[in-house]
Antibody, heavy 121, light 108 residues
Framework: QVQMQESGPGLVKSSETLSLTCTVS??????????WSWIRQPPGKGLEWIGD???????NHNPSLNGRGTITVDTSKNQFSLNLSSVTAADTAVYYC?????????????WGQGTMVSVSS | EIVLTQSPGTLSLSPGERGTLSCRAS???????LAWYQQKPGQSPRLLIY???SRATGVPDRFTGSGSGTDFTLTISRLEPEDFAVYYC?????????FGQGTKVEIK
């Protein structure tokens, strides 16, 4: 059973870069069978898809981030990462990593527990 | 992007009752690329339904997804105490993938 765990700083200063890593266990990011995604949820609000990566290195990002997000995969560590630059208070959220059901079913069947990131001024 | 509108915002029901949740898309969702999630306070979302009507692994059969095009429904046949939560729909027909704003199912 695949498990996923987010890690990274819980507090980031405004205008700096938020960096998070998702470690996958019980499965391989190199399987080629899934997309690996980042999703966030501001306190008390709904869910926003940030983007995803395939082990081939191909990525998709949500245009709402205005090019600030970068998602990469490290197959040697069985991890994938999110960098979000020039953060503001609006980026304060719980950040989840998740995997898709398959390459053609982009629903998210496995989620990490989430990590809260606050942006301070 | 495709905007998903869920209704009602809050559904007040008693255990044993039937719950019907709606998700309407601003444009057609092709190939029934729609999912439903359940989220309880302090927990990650849990996938219930994908492909509009396919139950995810381990999901009880009291959860049923239906619909196509722009109108989708999640039906909970008889509410159990553990079903009181927030439910989100998500489309993966057209990038960026988007979620509805959620429907809270609360105990009446």
């Amino acid at each position: 059973q695949v498990q996923m765990q987010e890690s990274g700083p819980g507090l980031v200063k405004s205008s700096e870069t938020l960096s998070l890593t998702c470690t996958v266990s019980g499965g391989s990011v190199s399987s080629g069978s899934y997309y690996w995604s980042w999703i966030r949820q501001p306190p008390g609000k709904g869910l926003e898809w940030i983007g995803d990566v395939h082990d081939s290195g191909s990525t998709n990002h949500n245009p709402s981030l205005n090019g600030r997000g970068t998602i990469t995969v490290d197959t040697s560590k069985n991890q994938f990462s999110l960098n979000l630059s020039s953060v503001t208070a609006a980026d304060t959220a719980v950040y989840y990593c998740a995997k898709t059901v398959t390459l053609s079913e982009d629903a998210f069947d496995i989620w990490g527990q989430g990590t809260m990131v606050s942006v301070s001024s | 992007e495709i905007v998903l509108t869920q209704s009602p915002g809050t559904l007040s029901l008693s255990p044993g009752e039937r719950g019907t949740l709606s998700c309407r898309a601003s444009q057609s969702v092709s190939s029934s690329s729609l999912a439903w999630y359940q989220q309880k306070p302090g927990q990650s979302p849990r996938l219930l339904i994908y492909g509009a009507s396919s139950r995810a692994t381990g999901v009880p059969d009291r959860f049923t997804g239906s619909g196509s095009g722009t109108d989708f429904t999640l039906t909970i046949s008889r509410l159990e105490p553990e079903d009181f939560a927030v439910y989100y729909c998500q489309q993966y027909s057209s990038s960026p993938w988007t979620f509805g704003q959620g429907t809270k199912v609360e105990i009446k």
